[in-house]
């Protein structure tokens, strides 16, 4: 197994995007295409079931483990962001396609993460990214929308970081699997994913978020954060039965408040609420065909 083979595939966007204030134009049209493809590439020739561990504090990190979910995932991340690529150079800032490029990094990150602390560092980086691309449309609004946002995602993430220390206290490991909800650190992990998914009582911040983003920020922002969310969700509750009426309740809620609205961008804030909803019933019910 050579050494190129067990790259993290995340880790080339989040590089590049460090990378894209230094250059020039062409160069950076260049990066924002091309690194996606090469995740692309990455992601596809991995050796099946392929593991890179590394020790850390007495403790066996997988900054990367393979599964048929974990590709499926990363490659739709890095489709949308070449897809995001062929949009954003004309009309996003540097920092914006820097914060967008990172956002794509850290969601893939996410879906090949195998231990709990890899999965929360990318899960950070991701509420840092969004805010960014919240932040870059540099209005009032969006300068007040953006700090919420930080709020509320830094408060989920302080529960998924207790959950995680209550979770290795009790189990002695940090892998990241499928749980029972059978301890207060589960309930404290599944609170923390549920908050990036946009789940009750917390959903509001996604349609007061999201509006306030430039339009390619909103198609990085809608493509990776909730669909992450539904990622662990997936690898860590499924058949969770709670997940049923929190998914019911986001699919009504959206679509009520979708109907009520006359902001085309909040119209489609709520329908990610709604369309969400949906993936977490079918996580909930837990069989293949759901």
Request: charged share 10%.
């Amino acid at each position: 197994m050579t050494a190129i083979s067990l790259i993290p595939p995340g880790l080339p966007l989040v590089l590049g995007a460090l990378l894209l204030p230094l250059c020039t134009a062409r160069l950076r049209a260049l990066l924002v295409l091309g690194l996606p493809l090469l995740v692309i590439a990455l992601v596809w020739q991995l050796p099946a079931g392929a593991v890179l561990s590394i020790d850390f504090l007495g403790h066996e990190l997988a900054p990367l483990s393979d599964s048929k979910l974990a590709r499926l995932f990363a490659t739709v991340f890095a489709i949308m962001a070449f897809a995001g690529g062929l949009f954003g150079p004309n009309h996003m800032r540097v920092a914006e396609l820097s914060a967008a490029m990172i956002s794509a990094g850290s969601a893939i990150g996410i879906a090949f993460a195998g231990d709990l602390v890899t999965l929360l560092v990318f899960w950070e980086a991701l509420a840092l990214a969004s805010t960014l691309l919240v932040w870059s449309t540099r209005t009032p609004q969006s300068r007040d929308a953006g700090l919420r946002y930080l709020v509320l995602h830094l408060f989920g993430g302080v529960l998924l970081l207790a959950g995680i220390i209550g979770q290795v206290a009790a189990t002695g490991s940090v892998a990241f699997t499928a749980m029972a909800l059978d301890s207060p650190a589960q309930w404290l992990i599944l609170a923390g994913f549920l908050i990036n998914a946009g789940a009750p009582p917390l959903s509001a911040w996604l349609p007061d978020a999201y509006p306030e983003a430039s339009p390619g920020g909103m198609v990085a922002l809608s493509a990776f954060t909730t669909k992450a969310a539904v990622f662990v969700l997936l690898t860590g509750f499924p058949g969770a039965d709670i997940l049923i009426a929190f998914g019911l309740y986001m699919v009504f809620y959206g679509i009520v408040y979708a109907l009520l609205e006359n902001d085309m961008r909040r119209i489609l804030a709520y329908s990610i609420v709604n369309q969400v909803g949906f993936m977490i019933v079918g996580i909930g019910i837990g069989t293949e065909i759901a």
